[in-house]
C-alpha cells in the first residue's frame, strides 16, 4: 500500500471550512484514498472514499489532484465536534470476496476552535 | 441496526490471567477486523476475517493471542497469558460483501496489572 504523509495537527476556527492535506505520492492506478476520523474514545468512522474524481457526501468533500498524488478532506463548516484525528489512507480495493485491511497512520489532529 | 457490538467495554485483569473480547458485527456483513490501539503504537490490524475464514493474522502479536470466528455473528479474540503491555483498546469491526466502509465498534480498554 502507498504511504501516506499527514501534518501532525491543525487548527480550525468554528464555522469555517476545515482543509487536511494529505500526501501520497507514490499511490498506484488501483488504490483508493479513504478518509476516516477518531473522536476522542471512539471507534475510528469511515468520512469519505475516492478513486480518480472528487467526492461529496453529507460530512465532507473529497479533492484528488490530477495526478493523483495528494488530496484534501474538506470539512465545509467544521464544528466543535469535528475535533478528532484524521487518518487519510491509501489502499487498493480487494475484489468483494476478500474485503480489505486499513493502514492506519498517525493522522492530523484536528482542534477546531470557538 | 445496533451497529458493531464489543463487550466487556472495560476489563482489568491481573498478568498470568485469561482475557476473552467479544465482537458482534452489523447484521449481513461478511468481513470482520480486530485492531489494537496504543498510545506507542497507534491503531494496529490485528487480524481480519472474510466469510468466517481467517484471511490475514500477521498483525497477532505472539502466540498468546487467538482468535475465533465460529459464525457470522460471533468473534472472540483471546489473551492467554495476558501481560501488562497487552494494556491498549480492542477495537472490533465489519464490513460489508462490496462495501468500502468499515464500521468500528466502542471498543473495549484492556488494563493489565
Known amino acids: 500500500d502507498a504511504k501516506t504523509t499527514q501534518p501532525p495537527s491543525m487548527d480550525c476556527a468554528e464555522g469555517r471550512a476545515a482543509n487536511l492535506p494529505c500526501n501520497h505520492s507514490?499511490?498506484?492506478?488501483?488504490?483508493?484514498v479513504y478518509w476516516y476520523r477518531q473522536i476522542h474514545s471512539q471507534g475510528p468512522q469511515y468520512i469519505i472514499h475516492?478513486?480518480?474524481n472528487n467526492e461529496t457526501n453529507e460530512m465532507a468533500s473529497l479533492i484528488i489532484t490530477e495526478d493523483r498524488k495528494s488530496s484534501t478532506l474538506i470539512l465545509p463548516h467544521a464544528t466543535l465536534r469535528d475535533t478528532a484525528v484524521y487518518y487519510c489512507?491509501?489502499?487498493?480495493?480487494?475484489?468483494?470476496?476478500?474485503?480489505?485491511?486499513?493502514?492506519f497512520g498517525k493522522g492530523t489532529s484536528l482542534l477546531v476552535t470557538p | 441496526d445496533a451497529g458493531v457490538i464489543q463487550s466487556p467495554r472495560h476489563e482489568v485483569t491481573e498478568m498470568g490471567q485469561e482475557v476473552t473480547l467479544r465482537c458482534k458485527p452489523i447484521s449481513g456483513h461478511n468481513s470482520l477486523f480486530w485492531y489494537r490501539q496504543t498510545m506507542m503504537r497507534g491503531l494496529e490490524l490485528l487480524i481480519y476475517f472474510n466469510n468466517n475464514v481467517p484471511i490475514d493474522d500477521s498483525g497477532m502479536p505472539e502466540d498468546r493471542f487467538s482468535a475465533k470466528m465460529p459464525n457470522a455473528s460471533f468473534s472472540t479474540l483471546k489473551i492467554q497469558p495476558s501481560e501488562p503491555r497487552d494494556s491498549a483498546v480492542y477495537f472490533c469491526?465489519?464490513?460489508?460483501?462490496?462495501?468500502?466502509?468499515?464500521?468500528f465498534g466502542p471498543g473495549t480498554r484492556l488494563t493489565v496489572t
Open positions: 475516492g478513486l480518480k
Open positions: 469491526a465489519s464490513s460489508g460483501q462490496g462495501g468500502h466502509e468499515q464500521y
Open positions: 489512507i491509501v489502499r487498493v480495493a480487494l475484489n468483494s470476496n476478500s474485503g480489505y485491511a486499513l493502514n
Open positions: 507514490t499511490i498506484s492506478g488501483n488504490e483508493y
